[in-house]
């Protein structure tokens, strides 16, 4: 087996250099925040050197700046870590970012990624939403990310984040504080809707919908998330079957469902196949987040019948 490639460098610029080129080397997997090695390089060695994150990373100042032996020691212990355990990063600095805004996160949940947070930062579902829209539910919520982002974006609403696992919603009620968000967010342990009645005016969901055979095939940083969080079953569709029937009598008349699916749009066709639903642009494309209304799950269900 190939040593690792030790990471060095006697500035900024040339430890994030190194720091990608032995990422690279290892064949780690990305996902979890970031999509290359340059960036989760960067990440890492800014994170570590206490910088800014959202600092210029085309500074020349930036990359010239200096970093001494102890700091560079700390750095390459850094990237060790990460390339030995296969740990994501964002368990590594306990801080992950979705829309410019940073939430904790560690082990006991899945690392936020969804692309429902660019939804509800680009406002693409305003039109969807009655005026009346008050209470709204995130559900499998995990750390409570898109329940903070769907609060903040809508500032008149009500938001319930529920989850099966009381590990995940510890680390969402962290959250929760951190944005001083505890009179708009509750947090409810629930398997799938049963402890949440409503009505809803609004439903996001981010299930766990990897079918086995993916599952089989994860690389490990994706491994080492927890499993109840990823795993949907043969056909990734177990939870979102259950969610289908019992999301239209929770849901108020006029109410939508917005749902992610990540990579298994063609399972979720043949499972539903005659269900009418309206794919929603993000930054990975049009087959990655649906939106379903109250009216077409009650008429999907009456023709199940």
Known sequence: MTEPQAVHGTTVGALIASGASALTQAGVAFGHGTSNAHDEASWLVLWRLGIALDSDLDSDALAAQPVDAAQQAQVAALFDERIRTRKPAAYLTQEAWLQGVPFYIDERSIVPRSFIAEILADGSIDDWLSDQTH???????G???????AAMAYPEVQVTGADLSPDALAVARI???????????????????AQTPGPWDLILCNPPYVNSASMARLPAEY????????????DGMDFIQQLLRDAPSRMREHAILVLEIGNERAYFEAAFP??????????SGDEQVLLITREALVRHALAEL
């Open 274 to 283: 005659q269900l009418p639903v309206f794919w929603l642009d993000t930054s």
């Open 223 to 234: 491994q080492a998330e927890p499993q109840l969080a990823l795993a949907g079953g043969t």
């Open 143 to 149: 750390n409570g990310s898109l329940a903070c982002l």
């Open 175 to 193: 959250n929760v504080e951190r944005h001083a968000l505890q009179q708009r967010v509750q947090l409810v342990e629930s398997d799938g809707m």
């Open 135 to 141: 209470d709204v539910l995130d559900l499998c919520t």
